[in-house]
């Protein structure tokens, strides 16, 4: 027989749970973007689909275990960002990527080749001194390069400054006088590109071809002529398509910045690890990188001999960050990409580096809208479906227990404004959609939770039935309830969190939604029925049988005690 538990002091139960739902509140209405509405999947709301078409260095069409392979990784991406809704498919040659909202940037982002490669900075100008340098010498922008050789025996000491802001003609004193002859050929490669047009594969291969011969190139005068006609403010054909074992001349992320870079010393796949940080010394966002073994050591290797210098992370062409090497880094030791990041950004960064780059080079389309798959008349029906179903189940347990059915209707209730503030607050930190399969694991289970009162109450019985009363049967069933109802929340929770590793796509927000009501069911079970009953044990008119409706188990239970007197009293005889 479970003992009687000790003193219960429900109004501090009922207290705690009502912090928890101000505080949830607190934070729907108070942070953010103080909206309370949840997310909704593509299935209710829509969405923002992105077609992303492959871009091959010889132009041919990619191979569907490249295309594959993608779709995996973006998938892995999709995962990484927590359960998002989104939607990854092979369409022909092409990839589409639907995202939930009429947001693009997110699609676009999941679709970045992210082709990181660590180059050594061998010379910088920013974009407004190239442009006002010729804007002062229209006529003659070859005549720069004189001007700009000039302190060339001072390029060592130039590797401790951050910005050069001059063309990159220094590391070789012989090319002053070669510079005017090439300015007039130079400019052919951008003309071939643009000329064939006919087919979108050969045209593209003429683009990646083109940015290849002039801003990969060894000859130091090509590379002053790419600095002179690079624009970083349009779209790079070159994106995710530059030769690692080339010089490159890169825009910076922002725009502001052109670069000359030597050959990558470390490929992305060295990458062991990446994570979003926060430094607090600097106040700023940084990505935090761990390589592999042989990048570790190669990366150790080049900071020690390079300390004063600038090393370029490039990220699909681009220079994220090119930081000064202020010492050496000790194998197996992480670094820091720095830059403009936000929380978000960083975030979406590091996932993007963590889990890898795509075998292929993407262009992306024009973001387009997607309306709802099942619209709104589809949530309207599945809303109904469960107000019909929790209306029938709060009817059964008003005509079952009577009274006790009351408690069970407000513990639901309650239980429900809970899961609504956390599916916002999901939705706010951690993009949670909300789509229908999520909805029928919400649904489910605030069943379970209705099945945890069902258990509690027929333990309160079976004590009466033994001849206890209302009052002290409450202490005794939740006594002998409460390890049943842990046991059966902790299978269906287990099963939830098997589900989710294993599951993909909606499935995924199903058992997410399923795993958390079944944790919410402990806490609404903890927290407001078992006090509430408990409260209502100690009240004269909950204790009447014609209220709580266990006048019949009462009834029972006195026959018992009757039958067993009866018993007794021919046993004596």
């Not at 202490?475 to 929770?493: E, K």
């Not at 209220?547 to 009866?566: C, F, I, S, T, Y």
């Amino acid at each position: 027989m479970a003992p009687s538990t000790g003193t219960v002091h429900p109004v501090r139960y009922l207290a705690l749970f009502g912090v928890l739902v101000v505080a949830l509140y607190a934070l729907v209405f108070f942070t953010g973007d103080k909206s309370a509405t949840p997310k909704l999947g593509i299935d209710l709301q829509g969405g923002t689909r992105v077609t992303l078409t492959a871009r091959t260095p010889d132009g041919s069409a990619p191979s569907q275990d490249s295309l594959k392979q993608a779709q995996e990784i973006i998938e892995t991406r999709v995962n990484g960002l927590g359960v998002s809704g989104s939607e990854v498919v092979v369409d022909g040659d092409n990839l589409v990527i639907t995202v939930p909202g009429d947001d693009s940037a997110q699609a676009r982002s999941l679709g970045q080749t992210a082709r990181l490669y660590i180059r050594p900075v061998t010379g910088s100008i920013d974009v407004a001194t190239r442009d006002a340098n010729r804007t002062a010498t229209p006529e003659a922008p070859a005549a720069e390069t004189p001007a700009t050789d000039a302190p060339a025996p001072e390029a060592p000491g130039d590797g401790t400054q951050t910005p050069q802001n001059r063309p990159f003609l220094a590391q070789d004193p012989t090319t002053p006088e070669a510079t005017p002859a090439p300015e007039t050929t130079t400019p052919a490669p951008p003309a071939d590109a643009s000329s064939d047009g006919t087919d979108e594969g050969d045209a593209a291969a003429a683009e990646i071809a083109a940015a290849r011969a002039l801003r990969q190139s060894s000859d130091p005068t090509v590379q002053q002529q790419a600095v002179a006609n690079l624009d970083c403010s349009v779209a790079d054909p070159l994106r995710g398509n530059d030769d690692p074992t080339l010089p490159l001349v890169a825009c910076s992320q922002d725009g502001l910045n052109i670069y000359l870079l030597g050959p990558s010393i470390i490929d992305g796949q060295e990458i062991a690890d990446a994570s979003s940080v926060f430094n607090s010394q600097q106040s700023r966002h940084e990505i935090s990188l761990s390589f592999k073994t042989t990048g570790s050591n190669t990366w150790a290797e080049f900071t020690s001999a390079n300390i004063g210098k600038q090393a370029a992370f490039t990220l699909d062409s681009k220079v994220v960050s090119a930081p000064t090497i202020q010492g050496a880094t000790p194998a197996g030791s992480a670094t820091s990409i720095t830059g403009s990041f936000t929380a978000e950004s960083a975030k979406e960064l590091a996932n993007t580096l963590k889990y890898g780059s795509l075998p292929l080079s993407f262009a992306a389309s024009e973001a387009e809208t997607v309306s709802a798959t099942l619209g709104l008349a589809s949530l309207q029906a599945a809303l109904i479906a469960g107000a019909v179903g929790l209306v029938l189940v709060l009817l059964y347990c008003l005509v079952y227990y009577r009274m006790l059915g009351v408690l069970t209707a407000l513990s639901l209730i309650l239980s429900g404004v809970m899961v609504y503030a956390i599916m916002v607050l999901l939705g706010r930190y951690i993009g949670f959609t909300l789509d229908l399969a999520g909805m029928a694991g919400l649904i489910i289970g605030i069943g379970m939770t209705a099945d945890s009162f069902v258990v509690f109450f027929e333990r309160i019985k079976d004590e009466m039935r033994e001849g206890r009363s209302f009052r002290s049967a409450v202490p005794r069933g939740w006594a002998r309830a409460r390890r049943t109802i842990l046991s059966g929340n902790a299978v269906s929770f287990i099963a939830a969190a098997v589900l989710y590793v294993l599951a993909v796509g909606q499935v995924r927000g199903f058992a997410f939604t399923l795993g958390l009501t079944t944790i919410l069911d402990v806490i609404v079970v903890f927290l407001v029925t078992w006090p509430l009953v408990s409260m209502a044990s100690r009240s004269a008119f909950w204790s009447k049988p014609s209220v709580n409706g266990l006048g019949a188990v009462q009834e029972v239970a006195r026959e018992r005690k009757v039958a067993a007197a009866a018993s007794a009293k021919e046993t004596r005889a």
